[in-house]
C-alpha cells in the first residue's frame, strides 16, 4: 500500500500541511492536494522582539506539528519533507527548533536557504504551468523571486512589514519603499510572466474572486490586473480592524499582515513594470514533494554551472553575505 505523500512547512507567520496525490490533470500527472491545514504560530514575532524563538512560541509550535502528525497517521499518509524557512534560518539558536521540531513530528526538518526556497516555489508552479515566468513567494519573513535558474531572496515578509510598520503602512512607507528598492536590481525579472504564491497571495485571490471559503480549483491560475489589486487594497484598508478579521482569507491572524503583504506585492509589481499576474496555490510544500527526475527535468542545466543570484547590487550583496 502506498501511504500519500505529506509536507510540512514552518514559515515565519504560518505553519502549513500538505497531504497529497499523483493524478492525472488534462493528460498529465500532477501533485493534486487532498488536505490542506495552518496553525498560525508567528514565530517571526519572537526573532523581531528577541533575535530568537523563545520557549512559549516553541511549545505553540510542536503543539500544532503534533497535531499535524495525528491528522497525517489518521489519514494513510505519511510526511516526507519538513522544512523551515526564514524565522528558523535567522534565529540565533536553529538547532534548539530542528530538535523540537524532529521529536514532534518523529521526522528530521530541513532549514532551507534562500535559494533553496526559491527553487522549490518555482518548481511547483512551473511542473503545473510551464517554466516560462517568474514566481514570487511572498511569506511572512521573505520574499523569493525566481525564474529558474535564476532567484533572488529578499529579506522582506509581510509579518516583518507589520512588525516594522504596523498594520496599516503609513507615509513612512514611501521612504521605506525608496531604500529598500535601492538594494535591490530587478531587470531580470522584469515584463515577464509573473505567479504569485504564498499566504497574502492566496488571500488576494480569494477577495478578488469574492471567495467565502478557501477553494484551490477556484484560485489557481486566476488572472489579477494592476488595477484589481488597487481596488482590493483599497477596500481592505477601509475596513475596521474587527470586520477586516471577518473577510474569508483574513482568518487565523492573517488579517494584521495581509495589507503590509499587498503593499509589498504591489511595490515589487510596479517596479516590474507587470500589468497583470496570475494567483498560484501551489509553492514551497508542493515543490519539497517533487521527484529528483521531475527537478532534474525543470532544472536541465549542467550541474556544474552556479545558479544565478541575481537582485541585490554590489554594496547590498556584499552586506546580505556577512
Same mark, same amino acid.
Request: glycine share 8%; aromatic share 6%; with cysteine.
Given at each position: 500500500?502506498?501511504?500519500?505523500?505529506?509536507?510540512?512547512?514552518?514559515?515565519?507567520?504560518? =505553519?502549513?500541511?500538505?497531504?497529497? $496525490? &499523483?493524478?492525472?490533470?488534462?493528460?498529465? =500527472?500532477?501533485?493534486?492536494?487532498?488536505?490542506?491545514? *495552518?496553525?498560525?504560530?508567528?514565530?517571526?514575532?519572537?526573532? %523581531?522582539?528577541?533575535?530568537?524563538?523563545?520557549?512559549?512560541?516553541?511549545?505553540?509550535?510542536?503543539?500544532?506539528?503534533?497535531?499535524?502528525?495525528?491528522?497525517?497517521?489518521?489519514?494513510?499518509?505519511?510526511?516526507?519533507?519538513?522544512?523551515? !524557512?526564514?524565522? #528558523?534560518?535567522?534565529?540565533?539558536?536553529?538547532?534548539?527548533?530542528?530538535?523540537?521540531?524532529?521529536? +514532534?513530528?518523529?521526522?528530521?526538518?530541513?532549514?532551507? $536557504?534562500?535559494?533553496?526556497?526559491?527553487?522549490?516555489?518555482? +518548481?511547483? #508552479?512551473?511542473?503545473?504551468?510551464?517554466?516560462?515566468?517568474?514566481?514570487? $513567494?511572498?511569506?511572512?519573513?521573505?520574499?523569493?523571486?525566481?525564474?529558474?535558474? $535564476?532567484?533572488?531572496?529578499?529579506?522582506?515578509?509581510?509579518?516583518?512589514? @507589520?512588525?516594522?510598520?504596523?498594520?496599516?503602512?503609513?507615509?513612512?512607507?514611501?521612504? &521605506?519603499?525608496?531604500? !529598500?528598492?535601492?538594494?535591490?536590481?530587478?531587470?531580470?525579472?522584469?515584463?515577464?510572466?509573473? =505567479?504569485?504564491?504564498?499566504? =497574502?497571495?492566496?488571500?488576494?485571490?480569494?477577495?478578488?474572486?469574492?471567495?467565502?471559503?478557501?477553494?484551490? /480549483?477556484?484560485?489557481?491560475?486566476?488572472?489579477?490586473?494592476?488595477?484589481?489589486?488597487?481596488?482590493?487594497? /483599497?477596500?481592505?484598508?477601509?475596513?475596521?480592524?474587527?470586520?477586516?478579521?471577518?473577510?474569508?482569507?483574513?482568518?487565523?491572524?492573517?488579517?494584521?499582515?495581509? *495589507?503590509?503583504?499587498?503593499?509589498?506585492?504591489?511595490?515589487?509589481?510596479?517596479?516590474?513594470?507587470?500589468? %497583470?499576474?496570475? *494567483?498560484?496555490?501551489?509553492?514551497?510544500?508542493?515543490? #519539497?514533494?517533487?521527484?529528483?527526475?521531475?527537478?532534474?527535468?525543470?532544472?536541465?542545466?549542467?550541474?556544474?554551472?552556479?545558479?544565478? @543570484?541575481?537582485?541585490?547590487?554590489?554594496? +547590498?550583496?556584499?552586506?546580505?553575505?556577512?
Amino acid at each position: 500500500m502506498n501511504l500519500l505523500p505529506a509536507s510540512i512547512d514552518i514559515g515565519s507567520h504560518s =505553519t502549513l500541511l500538505l497531504i497529497a $496525490d &499523483w493524478e492525472t490533470v488534462e493528460g498529465r =500527472t500532477r501533485l493534486v492536494p487532498k488536505v490542506q491545514k *495552518i496553525e498560525v504560530v508567528k514565530l517571526g514575532d519572537d526573532l %523581531h522582539a528577541h533575535g530568537e524563538i523563545g520557549e512559549e512560541r516553541l511549545a505553540e509550535l510542536t503543539q500544532a506539528l503534533v497535531r499535524f502528525r495525528q491528522t497525517v497517521h489518521a489519514l494513510g499518509a505519511k510526511i516526507e519533507s519538513v522544512v523551515m !524557512t526564514e524565522a #528558523v534560518r535567522k534565529s540565533a539558536h536553529p538547532e534548539i527548533v530542528s530538535a523540537a521540531v524532529e521529536k +514532534a513530528l518523529w521526522v528530521a526538518p530541513r532549514i532551507l $536557504d534562500g535559494l533553496e526556497e526559491a527553487r522549490f516555489s518555482w +518548481a511547483a #508552479v512551473a511542473h503545473w504551468h510551464g517554466t516560462d515566468q517568474v514566481t514570487i $513567494d511572498v511569506g511572512g519573513g521573505s520574499t523569493e523571486l525566481s525564474q529558474g535558474r $535564476d532567484f533572488l531572496s529578499i529579506p522582506v515578509g509581510a509579518l516583518r512589514l @507589520k512588525n516594522e510598520l504596523g498594520v496599516i503602512p503609513g507615509p513612512e512607507y514611501k521612504k &521605506w519603499s525608496k531604500e !529598500t528598492f535601492a538594494e535591490l536590481e530587478l531587470k531580470p525579472y522584469a515584463k515577464k510572466p509573473v =505567479t504569485l504564491v504564498g499566504g =497574502t497571495a492566496v488571500a488576494l485571490g480569494m477577495l478578488h474572486l469574492g471567495l467565502n471559503k478557501y477553494e484551490w /480549483q477556484a484560485l489557481e491560475g486566476v488572472d489579477i490586473s494592476m488595477d484589481d489589486l488597487g481596488k482590493v487594497i /483599497q477596500r481592505v484598508c477601509d475596513l475596521s480592524k474587527e470586520l477586516r478579521t471577518q473577510l474569508p482569507g483574513l482568518e487565523n491572524g492573517r488579517s494584521e499582515v495581509i *495589507i503590509c503583504g499587498m503593499f509589498w506585492i504591489r511595490s515589487l509589481l510596479e517596479k516590474m513594470k507587470v500589468e %497583470h499576474f496570475r *494567483i498560484s496555490t501551489l509553492g514551497l510544500r508542493f515543490g #519539497v514533494l517533487l521527484s529528483e527526475p521531475i527537478m532534474a527535468e525543470l532544472f536541465p542545466a549542467p550541474k556544474e554551472e552556479a545558479p544565478r @543570484k541575481f537582485g541585490f547590487k554590489k554594496k +547590498a550583496a556584499e552586506s546580505a553575505n556577512q
